[in-house]
């Protein structure tokens, strides 16, 4: 099966400061990746998948099969993107998605 | 609603008692997923099923445990016998069979074993 590593379980930065969260895998096939957030008191929520190359929030995150990495990355973190962030990724021959444990940001005034 | 619903929101369970929880995807959503997130920790995978086909069920953590999905639509998550180790949240998600496609979630069961 496969498996999704955050080494991370905390991660502080200071509102303007860049942050990266990190995010590797283990898989033998073809990787749907993604990362999900919970803000306090919400329900976990689709926050920017690989696939679509997309920006949400000004967040990234680029798929690097050499290192089997899907790290999340902002340039300049805001009080608001304090969250839960969780990396997940989806087998592509039958969508079967696995979890990593999260990594907890606090962004401090 | 449109989104994917769990009922009960809460649920106290003396030691023994049976429990089940239940999930309603959204419509149309071929695979529907059950995870366990303790306090702290990362949804764990219990198991997954596309339509009513149980494709995965090796995250279930003993024969306590059993799914069912019979139409292809609601499911219940069945925990028999519940013990304290059971507490946590339990969450649902579904979502439709395309590639990269989007997980929706369940606001969870919130699972009290005393």
């Known amino acids: 099966a496969q498996r999704v590593t955050q080494p991370e379980k905390l991660l502080s930065v200071f509102k303007g400061a860049p942050v990266e969260l990190k995010c590797n895998y283990s898989?033998?096939?073809?990787?749907?990746l993604f990362w999900y957030v919970q803000y306090s008191r919400q329900r976990l929520q689709l926050l920017l998948r690989?696939?679509s190359r997309e920006s949400i929030k000004g967040f990234t995150a680029d798929l690097n099969k050499g290192e089997t990495s899907f790290h999340l990355k902002k340039p300049f973190a805001q009080e608001e993107d304090s969250a839960m962030y969780y990396c997940?990724?989806?087998?592509?021959?039958?969508?079967?998605?696995?979890f990593g444990a999260g990594t907890r940001l606090t962004v401090k005034p | 609603g449109a989104g994917v619903s769990q009922s009960p929101r809460y649920k106290v369970a003396k030691r023994g008692q049976d429990v089940a929880l239940r999930c309603d995807p959204i419509?149309?959503?071929?695979?529907l997923f059950w995870y366990q997130q303790a306090l702290g920790q990362g949804p764990e995978f219990l198991t997954y099923?596309?339509?009513?086909?149980?494709?995965?069920k090796s995250g279930l953590p003993s024969d306590r445990f059993f799914a069912e999905r019979p139409e292809g639509s609601v499911s219940t998550l069945k925990i028999q016998r519940t013990q304290q180790e059971d507490s946590a949240v339990y969450l649902c998600?579904?979502?439709?069979?395309?590639?990269?496609?989007?997980?929706?979630f369940g606001q969870g069961t919130r699972l009290t074993v005393v």
């Open positions: 998600a579904s979502s439709l069979l395309d590639r990269g496609t989007e997980a929706f």
């Open positions: 898989y033998s096939g073809s990787p749907e």
């Open positions: 690989h696939i």
């Open positions: 997940a990724l989806a087998r592509l021959d039958n969508n079967d998605m696995r």
């Open positions: 419509s149309g959503h071929v695979s």
């Open positions: 099923f596309q339509n009513e086909a149980q494709l995965d």
